[in-house]
Structure formats: C-alpha cells, structure tokens
C-alpha cells in the first residue's frame, strides 16, 4: 500500500505459479470502492471485513482507493457546482487534491452540458486532466487542459478546454447573467472568491491566443511544447497599430467558433487526436502552397508537441472570413422553393414530367424546353460553377508530388478488393438493420425500403464491380466530408470550407488518399437531399400535392446532378484522378454514390426516422440506373 497527497494505491502480487486467495484487512478504506488502475474496472465495496482477492498464476492488481463522489448523474438542468480548495489558482492543478476534485466534482456535469462533448449518451468511467500548459492572459493565469474521458464501452477520446479564474465582481456578473453556459464552478481558493470559466468566452485570453498566433511564439514545457504558428493572410495586420478585437460565435457545434476584428475566424477543436487535423492541414497546404482561392486563407494554428513520442496535437485553427450570404444549402434550398413555385402553378397536373435525359454528360441547351424553364438558366450557372470550383480543389489537393502527404498513390486492385469488403460489410449493417426494423416503419416508408432490402443481391453485385476490372487512376487528398453545407456561397462564387473530413473516422483514417469521386458522391447525394428535404422541410406544402412535387424533385436532382458531373469531368479533363475510359469513371461514381445513400439508411433510421425516405428513394435510384444499364455492366 502507498498513499501520497491523498490518493492511496493497493498492489496485490501472486509470486506463485497457482492461483492464489488472498484476504486483506482494508477497514480504513470502508465505503471505498477500488478501481483497478489499467482497465478502470470496478470491484465490490469496501466493508468492515477482510477483503478478498483471487489471483492468477504471477498475476497481480494495482488498485486505486479513492471514494466515489455521491450524486453523479447529470439534472436536466445543471446547477453550478460549488468547489473549495486550499491552494491559490496558480497552484491549482499542481495539487492532487484540487485537480482531482474538480476532475470528479465538476468536469462530468459541465462536460454533459456542453454541445461539443460527444459523449453524452455514454456512461463515463473516468475523466483526467492529463495536461494543462498554461499561459499568461492579462492578470491572471489560463491553463488550456486536455482532458481525456474513459467509458464503460468504447474507445476513449480527449477534449480540450481552456480555463480561467474570474475573481472580479463586476465579471462574476456579466458571466453568470450573459455568457451563463460558460461557467464551470463557483471557486474558492485559499485566499479569493469567483467562478471558473472556459476562457475562450474572456476576451483577454481570446485576444492573448490572437497575438501568440501572430508573434510565432512558442512556450516550453516539461514534456513538449506549445507551438503557436502564423499564416501568411497575417502578414497585413499590424499589432503595434490595430486594436484586436473578438467574439465567440453562438452557433451551437462540434467545435467553437472566435471571430477577430470581423476579418478572421479562429476555431477551436473542442475533441482532439494525436495528429495532424486534415482541416488545419488542408487549408494550409491550399493557401500557402497552390494557387487555389476558393478555400479559406491559412492565418496559423496552435499545437502541442510531445517531445517524446514526437506526436502532435492540434488545438485551434486560424484562416480568414470569408464575406458570404450563406451556405451553399440554404442556396439551393431557395432555388427550389421558387423551382416547386413553378410546378404548381405552371405545369398541368395531370402531365407527366418529360422522359429523362440518361447521358452522364449533360448541357442546359440539350434538355427539354420545358425543363430549362422550369430550372432556369441561373440555377445551371451556379451548377456549373460549382462543378469547376469542386475540380479546381482536386486538381490543387494533386498538384505537388515532392510531399508525401499530398503525393498521388496508385489506385491498386489491391486497394480495389479492400473497397468491396468495405461496401459489402455495410450492406450487410445496413440492410440487416433496416430488415429488423421494416415492421416499424410506417408503410409508405416500408414499402419503399422493403424494395432495397429485396435488390439486396443485386447491390452486392453492383459493387462487387469494383474489383471486376482494373480501374487505372490515382488516390489523392480529397475534402471528406463535402456536401452543400460545406460551401459558402457569396452570391457570384463559391467558396469551400471545412476540411475536417468524415466526422466518425479517427483523424488518422480521415487523412487517408482516396478517390476524388467521394467528393463528387458526397455532393450529388447532397442535391438529391435538398430536393426532397425542401418538400419536407416545408410544412406549407398541401399532402395532395406531394406526389406531383416527388415527381419533379426527381427531374431537379436527376438534371442538377448531371450539370455539376458534366462541368466537374470538363474541367478536370486529363487529370490522373479521373479514369480516361468512361466506363471505369462512372463505375468508381456510381460505387460512392450508392455506398453514401446507404451509409444515409442507417444514419436516418437511427437519427431521423422521418426523413429516411431521402437516402431509401437515393438507392432506389442508383439501382435502377445500374439495372437499366445507363452506365452499363462493364
């Protein structure tokens, strides 16, 4: 047994090669539970009695013998936590007591109130404030701690977040009454009274992280350091002349959002991993070493660096604002409120919509009149640019062969097989969840999954195509998660943001080179998206009408697709990336296309039952392009 500033470990060793029983008098330690160090289980309670253990041969436990905390689970509504400790709060996460109190005390009720903690539904093991490098922001200290979270199932995941101590009366008020969700814990140290808060919402440590930033300065730590790096967009302001100003964005995400000066956006990653964030490495690698305008301008970002391991940890990313009326979503969704406009009112009821077009090529000029009316040539414009921009990004994130992290990789048959177990796995997730869950449905939605769940053979065949042929192209850096929410729009361009990729991969698996074709999907299955979520979306739709209006979604989204296709393909023409046999690109598209509609299915179900008829009519689509042989069976 070993105590030290109020923690107590237990080693319990078996120096023999049977199985041992041993019985210990713990009696100190009553109304303890033991934790075992390495797998955070827990044992029995301590009581009155000898306590027993049986070991294994040369087997041994370490426990820790620390008391629960009462009460753990979160109220609906989150009182704030009172927390009284001995020490001053530059010595606060020197101390045991004081660290470990507010670890158990106060992090798992403030982190269960937070938008960006992603482990609400989870039931927490442990939380450690396994760093806290600190800085000096005005008069008083900031630690920016990394806090990792264990769970009873799952793997563990840290966070970060930034703390200060308010001792001021007058900034005890503002924050309890104004910025309320950023209060931690009433604090009394040894000698002051006030509140902790998360920082990022002090504008003296927001506007300290600013000049870090800018001065290139680099703090040095026991273990690593605190590397704060400058862009170039940076190089035009100038600190000894222009006063900085921030404020903290309220949209509710994954992340936190700073804006400096209304000319730069600074966010914070709220969840980390040891390594590179695609989203700082990307936007730097576009901005500082392509000719690529339509992506953010890098302004810097602040990482940790473990000396040790020589790992790293990303913690905030700087780039530009980009002036803009709104995502590129909200766009078309407008565009398709004044395109269902016209199809209620300038179309006959009982006409059906004109057979549709099948080439994967498509010009404005070559569709029906009718259709070029109703869609509009404006629509197509911003089609195509978008198109042109969405190449533009691929051909820049392709473009340097001298760093291994940007160098195109050949797409091996190799590689090839690896997707089709991919893909047959998740129909094998997917549609297994869906079966189950078909007598639940309500029938208009069962009936039209009740059809994927029967093409099912069908779907395994369709990507069992994958690895029929050799595909000849190239793996390159691609966004990862691109979709109409991932562009702003500012009424004559576009621009794309957001290069965190596929929020459920690790950062690891998000770095990955894949086909840019998982862009062009992402974004052809966001059109078909919005126009089937714009009659959803819209309660001022009559029911009556709605199989009329599903009728023409599926021109919209079937003619849209193919304009953006159309001038992605124009504009990458010749690139490695995009397979100079035909049947070989819409193979590769039609494969990501089908993958992220039934990636949607399970998604949908779980998430938004009503809006599953979305991704189902998506499959039903590829499938029957597939089984009417538009792109033919190669």
């Not at 992090?107 to 482990?119: A, E, H, I, N, Q």
């Not at 602040?302 to 002036?323: A, F, M, R, V, W």
């Not at 089709?420 to 997917?430: E, I």
């Not at 494969?591 to 399970?602: D, F, H």
Request: net charge negative.
């Amino acid at each position: 047994m070993r105590s030290y500033e109020g923690e107590s470990i237990l080693v319990v060793t078996n120096l023999s090669k049977f199985s041992q029983a041993a019985n210990i008098n713990l009696s100190g330690f009553k109304g303890i539970q033991p934790v075992e160090i390495f797998s955070q289980n827990k044992f029995f309670e301590i009581g009155e009695e000898s306590y027993n253990f049986t070991i294994g041969p040369f087997g041994y436990y370490w426990m820790l013998l620390e008391k629960a905390e009462e009460n753990v689970e979160t109220p609906k509504e989150r009182a704030v936590p009172e927390l009284e400790v001995e020490v001053e709060w530059t010595s606060f996460f020197t101390d045991y007591t004081a660290k470990r109190l507010l670890e158990k005390r106060v992090l798992p009720g403030y982190m269960k109130s937070c938008r960006w903690f992603g482990g609400k539904s989870k039931s927490m093991v442990s939380i450690d404030v396994c760093r806290y490098p600190a800085i000096q922001a005005g008069e008083t200290t900031a630690y920016l701690m990394n806090i990792d979270v264990r769970y009873t199932d799952g793997l563990p995941e840290t966070y970060f977040l930034p703390v200060t101590f308010i001792d001021q009366a007058e900034r005890i008020v503002f924050f309890l009454k104004n910025e309320p969700q950023s209060v931690i814990c009433y604090l009394k140290t040894a000698q002051k009274e006030g509140i902790l808060i998360d920082a990022i919402y002090e504008d003296t440590f927001r506007d300290e992280l600013f000049r870090l930033i800018k001065s290139d300065e680099v703090v040095n730590l026991h273990e690593g350091r605190l590397r704060f790096e400058s862009g170039k967009v940076l190089a035009e302001f100038n600190m000894e002349t222009e006063e900085v100003r921030s404020e903290v964005l309220k949209a509710e995400q994954s992340n936190t959002s700073v804006i400096y000066n209304g000319a730069y956006f600074f966010k914070i990653y709220r969840k980390l991993d040891t390594d590179i964030n695609p989203d700082l490495e990307l936007v730097r690698f576009l901005s500082e070493k392509t000719s690529f305008e339509n992506s953010p301008r890098y302004g810097g970002g602040i990482q940790y660096e473990n000396l040790s391991d020589n790992s790293y940890t990303i913690l905030g990313l700087l780039q530009n604002k980009i002036p803009n009326q709104g995502e590129a979503w909200s766009a078309m969704l407008e565009v398709l409120s004044r395109y269902y406009d016209k199809i209620l009112t300038k179309t006959e009821r009982q006409a059906a919509p004109p057979e549709l077009l099948r080439q994967d090529r498509l010009y404005f000029d070559q569709l029906p009149e009718k259709m070029q009316q109703l869609i509009g040539h404006v629509t197509f414009e911003r089609v195509k640019l978008l198109g042109q921009r969405t190449a533009e990004m691929h051909i820049a994130l392709a473009s340097d062969y001298s760093d291994p992290d940007f160098r195109p990789e050949p797409f091996t048959q190799h590689y090839q097989r690896a997707i089709y177990a991919v893909h047959r796995k998740l129909v094998s997730d997917k549609l297994g969840a869906l079966a189950g869950r078909i007598e639940s449905l309500p029938p208009h939605i069962a009936a039209e999954a009740q059809q994927i769940i029967d093409l099912r053979d069908d779907i395994l065949h369709c990507f069992e195509e994958i690895y029929s042929r050799r595909i000849h192209t190239v793996k390159t850096r691609i966004h990862g998660d691109y979709h109409l929410g991932q562009v702003l729009f500012n009424g004559s361009d576009f621009f794309i943001i957001d290069f965190e990729g596929e929020p459920m991969l690790s950062i690891s698996e998000r770095r990955l080179k894949r086909t840019p074709f998982k862009d062009v999907a992402g974004m052809i299955r966001s059109f078909h998206y919005a126009a089937y979520g714009q009659l959803l979306l819209n309660p001022n739709y009559r029911k009556e009408d709605m199989p009329l209006l599903e009728q023409w979604a599926r021109q919209w989204f079937h003619y849209v697709s193919r304009f953006y296709l159309t001038a992605y393909l124009d504009r990458a023409a010749g690139q490695p990336f995009v397979p100079q046999d035909e049947a070989e690109m819409r193979l590769l598209l039609r494969n990501y296309t089908l993958e992220k509609a039934i990636y949607e299915v399970g998604y949908e179900m779980n998430d938004r039952p009503d809006w599953l008829r979305i991704p189902v009519k998506g499959v039903l689509y590829e499938m029957e392009t597939y089984l009417n042989k538009e792109g033919e069976r190669d």
